[in-house]
């Protein structure tokens, strides 16, 4: 996976392309049907090798070749005229003026547009659905949860409004890199809170990645054990390496992956290189710590319990509530 402002050049670079080939269309299509243009054409960059040559030799003729230059640009736009082209047919013409395209100004700074583009592929590199984007802070629906106590003495709605101060608290500071960890039951609403602090990170410019943890142990599989000229193994290892150092990591259902014993040690050293590096991890599951323990190692659930802040989320099924 190429970084967001790989991308975003390469869309421009497609662009100027793009803008090429059309002009260079437009003058093949006038040098077929107007000889004069033809030769207006031929005598522009002959006088435009003569005015570098002039310039090389210390400006002798100058002026007499830049008026011949002029005149042949005034025949060139009186024949448009003549043909009901318009005046800026054969002109360059840019998506951005600023930059004409390249994502720089002229004195080297980033250019708005090349920005916009680099945002918009930073959204496309988080691997959050559509649906998931629409999953905010600001859409969260807190009359989901019940304000009645249950058998343990607490209210869903206390225990949400609790997991979500926590969660917003999280996302509004990523550039601590700390991690969480969203527990509870399936349907408890753990997707729609790692989705909102996926996309506060990505308001504020942060590089996201999200994956369940099923499909995550199938890349690192197949980093490991893909053909290594094969094209999918190659795209692998470049999300891995996105995985790594992405600003925020979200893995959700840890424990509905396939697991052998080279994913349980991948995943430990994924989740190792990321708190070295501090970048912040958010990891949902619907297992126990015991079944963790059992399931991974101690070592694992050792270092998710020490590194990670457990947010625990309400009783039920949310979904099943939003349906009836």
């Known amino acids: 996976m190429q970084s967001a402002q790989t991308m975003a050049l390469n869309e421009l670079k497609n662009i100027r392309e793009a803008r090429s080939a059309e002009l260079e269309r437009r003058r093949a299509e006038l040098r077929g049907i107007s000889s004069e243009y033809a030769a207006i054409e031929d005598d522009l960059q002959r006088a435009g090798n003569n005015l570098l040559r002039s310039v090389l030799n210390g400006g002798k003729d100058f002026d007499k070749i830049k008026d011949i230059i002029q005149s042949k640009q005034r025949e060139k736009a009186a024949l448009l005229r ?11 013409k840019y998506n951005c003026d600023i930059c004409r395209d390249t994502g720089f100004d002229d004195g080297g700074k980033k250019c708005g547009c090349l920005k916009e583009l680099t ?150 050293d994924l989740f190792g290189t990321r708190l070295m590096n501090r970048r912040a991890t958010v990891i949902s599951t619907n297992i126990s710590f015991k079944t963790m323990d059992e399931r991974y190692s101690a070592r694992l659930t050792s270092r998710i319990l020490g590194e990670y802040s457990v947010i625990k989320m309400p009783e039920g099924d949310l979904r099943r509530k939003k349906y009836e």
């Open 82 to 92: 003549s043909l009901d082209l318009p005046g800026d047919y054969l002109d360059e």
């Open 119 to 268: 945002a918009k592929y930073v959204i496309a590199n988080s691997n959050m659905s559509e649906m998931m984007k629409e999953q905010t802070f600001e859409n969260f629906d807190f009359s989901l949860f019940s304000p009645v106590p249950g058998p343990n003495g607490n209210a869903g709605l206390d225990i949400a409004k609790s997991a979500y101060d926590k969660a917003k608290a999280f996302a509004d500071d990523i550039d601590r890199g700390g991690n969480i960890l969203l527990k509870g039951g399936v349907g408890t609403g753990k997707t729609y809170l790692s989705s909102c602090i996926g996309n506060r990170a990505l308001e504020t410019g942060k590089t996201v990645y999200y994956q369940t943890a099923y499909k995550l142990c199938e890349l690192l599989e197949n980093v490991r054990f893909g053909k290594s000229d094969s094209e999918e193994t190659e795209q692998a290892q470049s999300i891995k390496t996105y995985a790594e150092e992405a600003d925020l990591l979200i893995i959700d259902d840890l424990g509905t992956e396939f697991l052998t014993q080279f994913t349980a040690a991948a995943l430990f």
